[in-house]
């Protein structure tokens, strides 16, 4: 098993670009989330879905978008990239419905908008 | 909304010094996980607590979840240079999983 598959690694992109982060798990969990890290921030919950075609705000939504489509994957689109997007983010996936378990996270994307 | 608030943020100890970092919540939490962050890697889970008063432990790492399950510790006994890192604790309601800010422990050799 793969475990959490997050591309890419790094990204630079200009202020106003568009770019997604794609996110992909095959242990067949249905909870999946997007975070970012910021220093002395720890990690802030943009989004996250608890099956395919459900998905809820986390904590700093704002600017981000996801979809749902497949259990499997689950990408963040970011429409119109600003500085203040600049960061590391994080899928995790974790569990099924109603049972409490550990969240595996994939490698990190570190995100620089100039 | 769910919060969950660690503390402190950060800790400098000296090699064989004890290490302790605390998790609060205002709220009762159904459960407590850890994790640990090398510098530069990902979280990593270490282990989840879920009943009140619980007690777990593993090798020199000492887990507690409070009696009213509003409060965790995690507590390393005699650091090493391995356990440097970024030790997050959190929660989860239905997939939806909440961390604190972290505590970032550097250690002397």
């Known amino acids: 098993n793969a475990g959490v598959t997050q591309t890419p690694k790094f990204q630079v992109l200009k202020t106003g670009q568009s770019m997604t982060l794609q996110c992909a798990q095959d242990?067949?969990?249905?909870?999946m989330s997007w975070y970012r890290q910021d220093p002395g921030m720890g990690l802030r919950l943009i989004h996250y879905?608890?099956?395919?075609?459900?998905?809820d705000q986390g904590e700093v939504p704002n600017g981000y978008n996801v979809s749902r489509s497949t259990t499997e994957d689950f990408p963040l689109r970011l429409l119109s990239a600003a500085p203040s997007q600049t960061s590391v983010y994080f899928c995790?996936?974790?569990?099924?419905?109603?049972?409490?378990?550990?969240?595996?996270f994939g490698q990190g994307t570190r995100l620089t908008v100039v | 909304g769910q919060q969950v608030m660690q503390i402190p943020q950060y800790q400098h100890v000296q090699e064989g010094e004890d290490f302790t970092t605390y998790c609060n919540s205002s709220?009762?939490?159904?459960?407590i996980q850890w994790y640990k962050q090398r510098p530069g890697g990902h979280p990593v889970f270490l282990i989840q607590?879920?009943?009140?008063?619980e007690v777990k432990k593993q090798k020199r790492l000492t887990f507690q979840f409070g009696e009213a399950k509003k409060n965790s510790s995690l507590h390393i006994t005699a650091t090493q240079t391995t356990d440097v890192g970024t030790y997050f604790c959190?929660?989860?309601?239905?997939?939806?999983?909440?961390f604190g800010q972290g505590t970032t422990l550097q250690v002397k050799p």
């Open positions: 995790a996936s974790s569990g099924s419905r109603g049972v409490n378990t550990e969240a595996f």
């Open positions: 959190s929660s989860s309601n239905t997939g939806k999983l909440i």
């Open positions: 709220t009762t939490l159904s459960n």
């Open positions: 242990m067949n969990h249905e909870y």
């Open positions: 879905s608890v099956g395919a075609g459900i998905t």
């Open positions: 607590l879920v009943k009140s008063g």
